[in-house]
């Protein structure tokens, strides 16, 4: 199993550019998330899914979307980048939570500039 | 919302000092889970406490849940250089999904 796969691991954009994070997952897990993490800080939760097709922000959402076609993937898009959502953005998914928390699997993050 | 405390945010040992980081919740819990992230790398999971007034130990790292589920501490015995990182604790106070990260503690150990 690969686990949780993102890419790109690096990517830099010039302001109001878009792009999509890829983030994969290959171990059937329903419980999705996007953090991100600016120098020096801890994780905030952006977005998170608990299923194909269910999804709801978290600490910080603007100025980010996400969607979940399928339990595999969980894209996070940036539709008009600004600098700053300069920051690493980790993927993460858990299993069922099976009454509590299940570990999260994280992602070797992609590190995004915006100038 | 939810508010999860995590203090001291940075700590400097000496090689085999202990260390200690407390998360700290304004709300009971129902778990809390405790990840590790070393420098460049992605965070990884250590732990997960879920009674009351449970403790845990992996090798030289102790972790203890609170007897009110409103905070955990995590103790580093005789600190070594690979201990050097940032330890983060986790919480869903929701019940929802929603995982919610404290700041951290980096911990620096000097040889």
């Known amino acids: 199993n690969a686990g949780v796969t993102q890419t790109p691991k690096f990517r830099i954009l010039k302001i109001g550019q878009s792009m999509t994070l890829q983030c994969a997952q290959d171990?059937?897990?329903?419980?999705m998330y996007w953090y991100r993490q600016d120098p020096g800080m801890g994780l905030k939760l952006i977005y998170y899914?608990?299923?194909?097709?269910?999804?709801d922000k978290g600490e910080v959402p603007n100025g980010y979307n996400v969607s979940r076609s399928t339990t595999e993937d969980f894209p996070l898009r940036l539709e008009l980048a600004a600098p700053s959502q300069t920051s690493v953005y980790f993927c993460?998914?858990?299993?069922?939570?099976?009454?509590?928390?299940?570990?999260?699997?994280f992602g070797n993050g992609t590190r995004l500039t915006v100038t | 919302g939810q508010q999860v405390m995590q203090i001291p945010q940075y700590q400097h040992v000496q090689e085999g000092e202990d260390f200690t980081t407390y998360c700290n919740s304004s709300?009971?819990?129902?778990?809390i889970q405790w990840y590790k992230q070393r420098p460049g790398g992605h965070p990884v999971f250590l732990i997960q406490?879920?009674?009351?007034?449970e403790v845990k130990k992996q090798k030289r790292l102790t972790f203890q849940f609170g007897e009110a589920k409103k905070n955990s501490s995590l103790h580093i015995t005789a600190t070594q250089t690979t201990d050097v990182g940032t330890y983060f604790c986790?919480?869903?106070?929701?019940?929802?999904?929603?995982?919610?990260f404290g700041q951290g503690t980096t911990l620096q150990v000097k040889p």
């Open positions: 993460a998914s858990s299993s069922d939570r099976g009454g509590y928390n299940s570990p999260l699997h």
């Open positions: 171990m059937n897990h329903n419980y």
């Open positions: 899914s608990v299923g194909a097709g269910i999804t």
């Open positions: 709300t009971t819990l129902s778990n």
């Open positions: 406490l879920v009674k009351s007034g």
């Open positions: 986790a919480v869903d106070s929701s019940n929802t999904g929603k995982l919610i």
